[in-house]
């Protein structure tokens, strides 16, 4: 008998043991299995019973019209019999909240893909959870665990504090210490200022001691003078600054003038009614805030009263002789400027940076020549210093001379005659200014009294007088010698001092020719002059 037939020889059994269904249920199914079984299960079969129509998920008894590949070995016939779930290979859809996680989903109910959790989101820790979307839950996972006497995520501390007080900005020296308190930094013990730890706390104190956050007597208008701090250090006291200094020969704040050093105008430059002053000398009021026109002429001074003809009276003219009507007395002695004789500077400042000039020597026999920086030791000099009537410094230098000195000094290529270099002499080096020449620095009122003056330089020469030394190279005695101009002088009258800056490295000084031992020749050439020369009085 085939299968088929055995097959419908079992349904006419059990329908004669059921007896009759007047109405079909999904439970009594007798035909063909609709749904094809690719393993020999229907999944989705869960409940039991037998169907007798369309197939639903029950006892099927009917007709396999297909081999189960999984079940059936290649050759056998289709078989008759209960199908058993086939574990989802007839799944549809997947159904969130049931559970189980299906394909598609990463989680449902408890169950969560393998191998997530909330270190692989990026948390330190936590239990990680699904929502009623099938989706991840992070609420519970955490950034930090506050306890676990480690710093993590947005803690400010774990167990002890990691900042003090003055970390966080509170007054330095002040007593109380910084808490951790659930894992934030408690500052409550903290002192937010401290009257009289010399310190400014900002946003509490205005000043503290000698601590007055960056004021001064001049940031808040005055000229100069000194602030003090209230006791409590929550006010500014100001009441020792001053607008002014009159008689420092320096205009500053409200004034107008101070002393005659300072003035640019003269008594033609006023008037009386709409007359305007002919001659006489202008001044400056005590207190700096006016000019001083008593001394000035609506009248033409006679000749006979007037020898110099500045048109300032012979009995009030600072210098008679010389016309100045100016009358300008940088030194305060009395004596116009131009009456004054040049004030001479000729004593070496010894003070461990200045008075020491250097050049650059080079011997150059074959190829590069090999520069080599040398110093010059000022060992005496002069200079003179004079004012005009128009305020203007002219300094001159008299005469400077260098100590005499041995140099060696390396030759390019000579090692190739076994000659490493050659030994010169420089002696009668000296510095003197051109005749007629001289620096002159304009407009140095100001300049005068602060000591610090700038102008541009007339030339002026420096000689050298060189030759062989040491029977290394034989040369007559050769002079050197250079012009330079400078426009870098500082002048201090008060200070009795007087400083010359030299930057010239390129001026040529000399070039000396030597024959060593016979055998070549080579030129040593001396170049540039730098340093400062700093004269005293």
Same mark, same amino acid.
């Given at each position: 008998?085939?299968r088929t ?15 009759d ?5 999904? /439970? &009594? $199914? ?6 094809s =079984?690719?393993g ?5 079969d869960?409940t039991?019973?037998?169907?007798l ?6 006892? =099927?008894i009917? @007709?396999?019209?297909?081999? *189960?590949p ?12 209960p199908?058993v779930? $086939?574990?989802g290979?007839d ?16 989680? =449902?109910g408890?169950?969560?893909?393998a191998?997530i959790?909330?270190? #692989?989101?990026? +948390?330190?820790?936590g !239990?990680?959870g699904?929502?009623s979307a099938?989706?991840?839950?992070t609420s ?14 947005d803690e400010?501390?774990?167990g002890a #504090?990691? &900042?003090?007080?003055? *970390?966080? %900005?509170?007054?330095?020296? %002040?007593? %109380?210490?910084v808490t951790?308190n659930?894992c934030?930094?408690?500052? /409550? ?6 009257c ?9 104190e205005?000043c ?6 960056g004021q001064?007597?001049r940031?808040?208008?005055f ?8 006791t409590?250090c929550?006010a500014?006291?100001?009441s020792?600054?001053v !607008? ?6 320096t205009?500053?704040?409200?004034e107008?003038?101070?002393g ?10 006023? &008037?009386?009614d709409?007359?305007?002053f002919?001659?006489g ?7 700096c805030?006016a ?11 006679? /000749?006979?009263?007037d020898?110099?003809?500045d ?12 016309a100045?009507?100016?009358?300008l007395?940088?030194? %305060?002695?009395?004596?116009?400027? @131009?009456?004054?004789?040049p ?7 010894? $003070?461990g !940076?200045s008075?020491?000039?250097?050049t650059?020597?080079?011997? *150059?026999?074959?190829?590069t020549?090999v520069?080599?920086?040398l110093?010059r030791v ?13 305020g ?7 005469g400077? #001379?260098?100590?005499?000195s041995?140099?060696?000094v390396?030759?390019?290529g ?15 080096a000296t510095?003197?200014?051109?005749e007629g020449?001289?620096i ?5 009122a100001d300049?005068?009294a602060?000591?610090e003056m700038s ?12 030759a062989?030394?040491?029977?290394t190279?034989t040369?007559?005695?050769v ?7 400078h426009?870098?002088?500082?002048v201090?009258?008060f200070d009795?001092?007087?400083?010359i800056s ?5 001026? @040529?000084?000399?070039? +000396?020719?030597?024959s060593?031992?016979g055998?070549?020749? @080579?030129?040593v ?5 730098t340093?400062d020369?700093?004269?005293g009085?």
């Amino acid at each position: 008998m085939n299968r088929t037939t055995k097959l419908l020889a079992i349904a006419t059994l059990l329908l004669a043991a059921c007896g009759d269904d007047p109405v079909e249920t999904p /439970s &009594d $199914d007798v035909g063909t299995d609709a749904v094809s =079984d690719t393993g020999g299960a229907d999944a989705g079969d869960t409940t039991t019973g037998r169907d007798l129509g369309i197939d639903t998920p029950q006892i =099927d008894i009917g @007709v396999d019209t297909t081999t *189960d590949p999984a079940i059936d070995p290649p050759g056998d016939t289709p078989e008759v019999g209960p199908d058993v779930p $086939d574990s989802g290979r007839d799944a549809g859809p997947a159904v969130c909240g049931n559970g189980v996680r299906e394909t598609g989903e990463i989680c =449902d109910g408890e169950q969560i893909l393998a191998g997530i959790d909330c270190v #692989a989101q990026g +948390f330190i820790g936590g !239990e990680l959870g699904c929502d009623s979307a099938c989706a991840l839950d992070t609420s519970a996972c955490y950034m930090s665990l506050c306890g676990d006497d480690i710093v993590s995520g947005d803690e400010e501390c774990d167990g002890a #504090a990691s &900042d003090t007080c003055v *970390d966080l %900005g509170f007054a330095p020296g %002040g007593d %109380g210490e910084v808490t951790c308190n659930e894992c934030v930094q408690d500052t /409550s013990a903290c002192q937010v200022s401290i009257c009289g730890n010399a310190h400014v706390e900002a946003g509490h104190e205005v000043c503290d001691g000698e601590e007055f956050a960056g004021q001064s007597c001049r940031t808040r208008g005055f000229f100069d003078g000194d602030l003090s701090c209230s006791t409590g250090c929550d006010a500014i006291d100001d009441s020792a600054c001053v !607008e002014s200094v009159c008689g420092n020969r320096t205009i500053e704040g409200p004034e107008v003038c101070d002393g005659a050093g300072s003035i640019a105008l003269s008594c033609t430059d006023f &008037d009386v009614d709409g007359t305007p002053f002919v001659g006489g000398t202008l001044g400056c009021m005590s207190d700096c805030t006016a000019f001083d026109i008593t001394g000035c002429t609506l009248d033409p001074v006679a /000749s006979e009263d007037d020898a110099d003809g500045d048109s300032v009276p012979d009995s009030s003219d600072n210098c008679p002789d010389d016309a100045n009507p100016n009358q300008l007395d940088f030194d %305060g002695d009395g004596v116009g400027n @131009v009456c004054d004789g040049p004030v001479r500077y000729d004593v070496v400042v010894d $003070d461990g !940076e200045s008075n020491t000039l250097y050049t650059v020597t080079a011997g *150059d026999a074959i190829g590069t020549p090999v520069e080599y920086e040398l110093p010059r030791v000022v060992e005496s000099g002069q200079v003179d210093l004079s004012f005009d009537d128009e305020g203007a410094a002219t300094l001159t230098i008299v005469g400077v #001379a260098f100590a005499d000195s041995t140099e060696s000094v390396p030759v390019a290529g000579g090692e190739l005659f076994g000659i490493t270099g050659v030994t010169i002499a420089i002696s009668e080096a000296t510095m003197v200014q051109a005749e007629g020449t001289s620096i002159v620095a304009a407009d140095t009122a100001d300049g005068y009294a602060t000591g610090e003056m700038s102008g541009a330089a007339g030339s002026f020469g420096l000689v050298f007088h060189a030759a062989g030394a040491d029977d290394t190279g034989t040369s007559a005695p050769v002079d050197g010698t250079a012009t330079f101009t400078h426009t870098s002088v500082e002048v201090s009258a008060f200070d009795d001092r007087v400083t010359i800056s030299f930057n010239d490295p390129t001026a @040529v000084i000399g070039t +000396f020719p030597y024959s060593v031992l016979g055998l070549i020749e @080579v030129e040593v050439t001396i170049t540039g002059l730098t340093g400062d020369l700093v004269l005293g009085r």
